[in-house]
């Protein structure tokens, strides 16, 4: 079997960014020879004038270019409600927080709104190390969904000015 088209497999069936160390492991193949076989994957992608590409910005991801993304939503949106939406910008901006601060903010109907941030794989929460609540903060699905490059814990001032703006639209 061909290295290239093995790597493209394991991007596939992930649906989600993985590091080239992990493809190395799950292929038992050579970092190196992975790294090789997916720089050469990558421009296979990108010559091609076709709807997907491969992004390496967290990890490698197969994922649909920007251009198709209309299609993308009228297929598998993530339907959030406005009151979730307000939730999970909260979370975002504050991030860590944790879940009775964000009760505070809130309102109780936050716990709800977790719950489902949770079950949407848009944010994560851990114990905090008290052990009476949670921590929560924004996962890499969360990044992509919204676009937002880079550390989804730290977000720049101009993404921030845009997680709020959305929120506005959504009133």
């Known amino acids: 079997m061909d290295l290239k088209g093995r790597i493209e497999a394991v991007l596939f069936l992930t649906g ?16 190196q020879e992975v790294e090789d076989a997916m720089l050469s994957l990558i421009v296979d992608y990108s010559s091609r004038d076709g709807a997907l590409e491969i992004d390496d910005e967290n990890g490698y991801i197969i994922q649909v270019k920007d ?19 307000k939730t999970l910008t909260v979370i975002a901006l504050k991030e860590p927080i944790r879940q009775a601060d964000l009760k505070e903010l809130r309102g109780s109907t936050a716990y709800d709104h977790v ?32 676009k937002i490059k880079g550390n989804s814990e730290i977000l720049s001032k101009l993404e921030s000015k845009r997680l709020s703006e959305l929120l506005e639209l959504n009133k």
């Open 67 to 85: 251009d198709y993304m209309d299609i993308v939503e009228k297929l598998c949106p993530v339907d959030i409600s406005n009151a979730v939406l």
């Open 115 to 146: 719950k489902e941030l949770v079950d949407k794989g848009l944010i994560s929460r851990k114990r905090d190390k008290n052990g009476r609540s949670f921590n929560l903060k924004t996962t890499p699905k969360f990044s992509e969904y919204f």
């Open 16 to 31: 989600r960014a993985v590091e080239l160390k992990e493809i190395a492991a799950i292929l038992e193949t050579d970092e």
